[in-house]
């Protein structure tokens, strides 16, 4: 990265993404949770005014995935912005397991969409891949459910 581009600050809590989507979409402006909430229900979302006022007093920490979809509308950003990074990873992970299991014929079902023939992009491969390294990390060799990194039960 060139010195030239700003990087944004890490954002770790709920209360510091919604600041920092405040200041970037509404630069230079006070918006009223009211005014927020009239934008998200504008967008086909449902958000209470005080229950936006709570997120950005750090009261609320841990909303429902309703409430960061709405959220999303509100900032016109994704949803997936507003939960904790560790949260994504799982859901790719998850994903990626998925997509595994229905290669191999564990699961059948509609075909995956999305991929050409050619599979994955290099890039998004290694970037996948190291999601993997990380979520194996976090969970220790075998894994959070006694599997082998095969998948098969530990004997």
Same mark, same amino acid.
């Given at each position: 990265?060139?010195?030239?581009?700003?990087?944004?600050?890490?954002?770790?809590?709920? !209360? !510091?993404?919604?600041?920092?989507?405040?200041?970037?979409?509404?630069?230079? !402006?006070?918006? #009223?949770?009211?005014?927020?909430?009239?934008?998200?229900? $504008?967008?086909?979302?449902?958000?209470?005014?005080?229950?936006?006022?709570?997120?950005?007093?750090?009261?609320?920490? !841990?909303?429902?995935?309703?409430?960061?979809?709405?959220?999303?509308?509100?900032?016109?950003?994704?949803?997936?912005?507003?939960?904790?990074?560790?949260?994504?990873?799982?859901?790719?992970?998850?994903?990626?397991?998925?997509?595994?299991?229905?290669?191999?014929?564990?699961?059948?079902?509609?075909?995956?969409?999305?991929?050409?023939?050619?599979?994955?992009?290099? $890039?998004? *491969?290694?970037?996948?891949? #190291?999601? *993997?390294?990380?979520?194996?990390?976090?969970?220790?060799?075998?894994?959070?459910?006694?599997?082998?990194?095969?998948? $098969?039960?530990?004997?």
């Amino acid at each position: 990265m060139d010195s030239g581009e700003e990087r944004a600050p890490e954002l770790r809590t709920l !209360q !510091q993404k919604v600041e920092y989507m405040v200041e970037k979409t509404f630069p230079g !402006q006070k918006i #009223s949770g009211r005014v927020f909430t009239d934008l998200v229900k $504008e967008r086909g979302g449902s958000l209470s005014h005080s229950y936006f006022s709570n997120i950005l007093a750090g009261k609320v920490t !841990q909303p429902s995935e309703d409430i960061l979809k709405a959220l999303g509308l509100g900032f016109g950003v994704d949803w997936r912005f507003f939960k904790a990074e560790s949260e994504v990873v799982d859901d790719v992970v998850a994903g990626l397991q998925f997509l595994a299991k229905r290669r191999t014929g564990e699961i059948s079902g509609p075909a995956g969409r999305g991929l050409d023939e050619d599979g994955l992009p290099p $890039e998004l *491969l290694q970037f996948a891949l #190291s999601l *993997l390294e990380d979520a194996r990390g976090r969970q220790g060799p075998a894994g959070d459910n006694g599997a082998t990194p095969h998948g $098969e039960p530990e004997k």
